[in-house]
């Protein structure tokens, strides 16, 4: 194998790992998100049952 084309594999390696890391950092910051969101939701649930008398 030459070396441009060990070079080329190498960058589509990169690559790929590049896109795996990418694509599971954007799985967590949705999780992160929908967390809190749900967070956020079942807070406000619980101060409107305590102002409701």
Known sequence: MSQ???R???IIYKT???DQY???SN???LDHLQNR???IN???SQT???LLP
């Open 4 to 6: 441009s084309q060990t």
């Open 8 to 10: 080329s594999l190498f």
């Open 16 to 18: 790929a790992i590049a």
């Open 22 to 24: 990418v694509s599971v």
């Open 27 to 29: 799985e967590i910051a």
């Open 37 to 39: 969101d749900r967070a």
């Open 42 to 44: 079942i807070s406000q």
């Open 48 to 50: 409107r049952s305590r």
